[in-house]
């Protein structure tokens, strides 16, 4: 194995951050954009965050949500009011405070001193607040209800640190936000769209995730419960990939929203809101990628399949066009995964070995190659990125089927490739969570320095409120640590609680997170 | 006809323009958010737009574009550049300068002064000049190129006067962005997108368009060439719906987008772009909206049958869903216009009057009510809305086909729907199109004060540039007219210029415009 020459020159094992900057550049995903902590999403990042849109939408409608759009620009009247209801709300915000440049006498541009705005604008970190203000006008009666709403759309909240995908000031997501009659409702769907979450995250993106409720301290400001979906990375971090909140009365009391109830009372509404966002792609590089760079997911790899004819600018290039044209017409008349398949068939100038080591680092889940040999044998030369080398010689495991073969043989083999992404991610998941540790020492130790990418442990604890939770707090951050979630599948404690020697009242799982 | 109730209050005839914002209002279909200049699209008019994206994304995928996603904030700096190189470009734009919040010590916030921008950041008002520094870092050799891009994305300009959908300060687009070897490439691609506007103007929004050339003072600020699509609104105004653009070498000069040809030499790119709106549901709605509201062309119709069960809140009403659910189960297995039928089946609460005449103002194409009668005939009450009503008794136009005819001739109604709402909205354009004008006096005749609903002129013109034109667009300016386009299929000109005198060069259609 020793003679196999990775695509990438940065190894996950050697420094990790380092190489997901590498996956990302390497495989033409984002980059920096020149303008603070903003990144240019390029085709290949963008194709996947479309897939990605285009799943989870389909999904969010099949749970009766409507789209629409709320403006960019929100009132600052309206954090005034949040701030007055929610304590610790984020004001690290885009101001806008003028709408129109002038020349500045020197050649350049600058805000026109006399076209400063009455009232700054914000704009949106969420659109929480303007959405609210909607749905107040929206809802009348216990007809209206439950209101369900979804925009997709970029916000943007003003970060010190930046890191592609995983945090940057503007970033591209959904929120849903809805207006229940009441709190058992409301609790529901805040469950239920976490079940999207789930659905979306283990079957779309093949990332297997724990769906559970984050500690008190770490709910978003305002609400009731939040719950999340939390993802390992192969450096064994955690990574939140999406959060849903049941948010109780706070909400609707801050912008109103009221209904008529059936007896003709006047009642507020339970409110929820849910979201995910680009972040979501962060976590399919470090899930998914390895050595080679990106592995994508088929059911979210824009491209399923790439075809490269040889080509060598000469004549005979005619002929071998058409026989891969004629396998691409095969192609996309099959379906895998419910849909039809995705064929790009490659003809950009350019050296066959260098595109096809191009797409590797992409992660196109097939590459197809044909050179003349193949086409006079009626074949052609097929690599797997899910299984990208032949250990026994360190050369790329071309596999050669038919032509008709590889046709006929592609959705199994999408499918296939989508399960082995999904097994290999869990299995890798499942041998890095500790749950035999029952000392504060014993977490100490298993996520001290020197151990290298450590995963999660889960233990138990008397779910400490208050002052009791600060000083957990406080111990798990001297040591890196959060609470990431407890699991909603979780067996139940048995023991005493690590921190405070009490019993146990759940299972947690604590790590070093995103 | 007289007894006819519509179900609007205010008539097209008696004033446009309170018609259109009533069929927005009625239609809920959008409303002002409170942010100046900004609207909320509600979930109906926002799924009209979710069709017209999807749709013409399709197309724009087909001709080679990736699509991809660029910050929404532009340094202050490329702005100083390109006014430089363009003449005229706008200056009305939202300029972020403080990035905090900061409490202002009387119970409220203002921007934290100790937050403010080194460099103010613009909020895109288009994505040219950012987009322009992207193609300078990719495009590097022939083998680059064409390079095609395109995004979806908000965007803001400042706007002093807006109106719903038609020009608000912030408004959803799609902007594509093509870098070419040469300027036959160039130009041939920015007629390519604008046949792909035309196609999706006129098969998909059911808008008949006039594709053509704008004069040299209607191009966009740095184009050497700038060609639209233009439709003719109810009342007779022309909407551009569409712009596509040939930049000569003038933006790869700007952003240096320059690449090394076969022969090792450096050139510069030829450009183009090309955007279309939201706008163009303000044409949607003037070009099919009645004095019943919004009719919905079935191909961006959201719901495109709408099932009413007429339901009375008894345990009946369960039977009669089941009938419905039926329905709609056979009609999700037809395809329509190339796609399975969109079908909503309404059991909110409400009486079935006045939820038939919801969805008659917000414009689904088919209407079937099922009552218990209904059921046990094994009939359905349908509706079509380009036919809603009966002329001879002044009654909505009921059909009764048997359930499963509804299913079965459903895909060729809504195909008839959809060439009816075309047909309908050419012919009443070339009905009011003039095409005898010869003199100014007879052009000022035809659009003066008491000339209702005049429509179009298209007369003959020497295509006059510099002062000369500068004249004729004064003279058309006192009659609140503009020169359109000059049509692409225009047969050639034959006679005199109407403003010069000189032998014509050319057709061009004049009209008061949005």
């Known amino acids: 194995m020793s003679n196999i020459r990775h695509a990438l020159s940065v190894k996950r094992e050697d420094d990790f951050a380092a190489w997901y900057q590498s996956v990302i550049s390497e495989a033409e995903m984002a980059e920096e ?44 009247a309206n954090f005034e009011r949040e701030a007055e209801h929610v304590e610790g709300f984020a004001k690290e915000m885009a101001v806008v405070t003028h709408h129109r440049l002038v020349a500045d006498g020197k050649g350049g541009l600058k805000p026109d001193p006399e076209a400063k705005l009455e009232e700054p604008l914000i704009v949106r970190p969420t659109s929480e607040t303007i959405i609210g203000d ?51 409702e409301a609790k529901e769907h805040t469950l239920r769209m976490l079940e999207v979450y789930r659905a979306c995250a283990e079957e779309d993106l093949a990332m297997p995730v724990v769906a559970g409720e984050k500690p008190e301290n770490e709910r978003f400001p305002g609400a009731v419960e939040t719950w999340s979906i939390e993802a390992m990375m192969q450096d ?74 040889m080509l060598r600018d000469k004549p005979e290039d005619a002929a071998l066009i058409d026989y891969c044209e004629e396998l691409r017409a095969s192609l996309i008349r099959e379906q895998a995964l419910g849909e039809p398949i995705r064929v790009l068939l490659d003809t950009k100038p350019g050296k066959a070995a260098a595109k096809r080591w191009d797409w590797v680092r992409k992660g196109a889940p097939v590459i197809i190659e044909v050179g003349g040999r193949d086409m006079e044998n009626g074949v052609v030369s097929l690599l797997r990125r899910d299984d990208l080398w032949n250990l026994d010689n360190g050369k790329p495991a071309f596999q050669t089927p038919s032509r008709e073969e590889a046709a006929s043989g592609m959705a199994a083999m999408l499918e296939d ?19 035999d540790i029952t000392t504060l020492d014993g977490l100490r ?4 320095a020197d151990a290298k ?23 798990l951050k001297e040591m890196k640590l959060t609470v990431r979630n407890v699991p909603m599948d979780d067996a139940g404690a048995t023991g005493t609680c690590i921190f405070t020697g009490e019993p146990a009242a759940e299972k947690i799982y604590v790590a070093k997170a995103y």
Not at 237 to 250: C, F, I, P, R, V
Not at 453 to 475: D, H, I, M, N, Y
């Open 134 to 184: 909607a749905m107040a006008r929206w809802v009348r009666s216990w007809r209206d209800l439950p209101l369900k709403l979804n925009q997709w759309a970029n916000v943007v909240r003003w970060e010190m640190r930046t890191r592609m995908f995983l945090r940057t000031s503007e970033f591209l997501w959904q929120e849903g936000h809805t207006a229940h009659a009441d709190e058992a």
């Open 33 to 76: 954009s020149g303008v603070r902590g903003c990144m240019v999403i390029r085709p290949w990042g963008y194709g996947i965050w479309e897939r990605i849109q285009r799943l989870l939408d389909d999904r969010i409608k099949v749970t009766g949500h409507d789209n629409a759009y709320f403006p960019i620009f929100i009132p600052l």
């Open 236 to 309: 064994g971090k955690a990574l939140q990939a999406g959060t849903s909140h049941y948010l109780g009365t706070n909400f609707s009391k801050a912008a109103n929203i009221k209904y008529q109830d059936r007896e003709g009372g006047e009642q507020l509404c339970h409110t929820t809101s849910w979201g995910v966002s680009t972040r979501m792609i962060g976590g399919v590089i470090m899930t998914h990628g390895d050595d080679d760079g990106l592995r994508v997911p088929p059911r979210i790899a824009p491209h399923q399949v790439v075809i490269l004819p």
């Open 445 to 448: 130790a298993f996520f001290s």
């Open 453 to 475: 990418f450590p995963g999660w442990a889960e233990v138990e604890w008397s779910k400490p409120t208050g002052e009791a939770l600060e000083k957990v707090v406080e111990q």
């Open 417 to 435: 490739i989508q399960n082995t992404l999904f097994t290999q991610a869990r299995e890798r998941r499942d041998a890095n969570i500790r749950r």
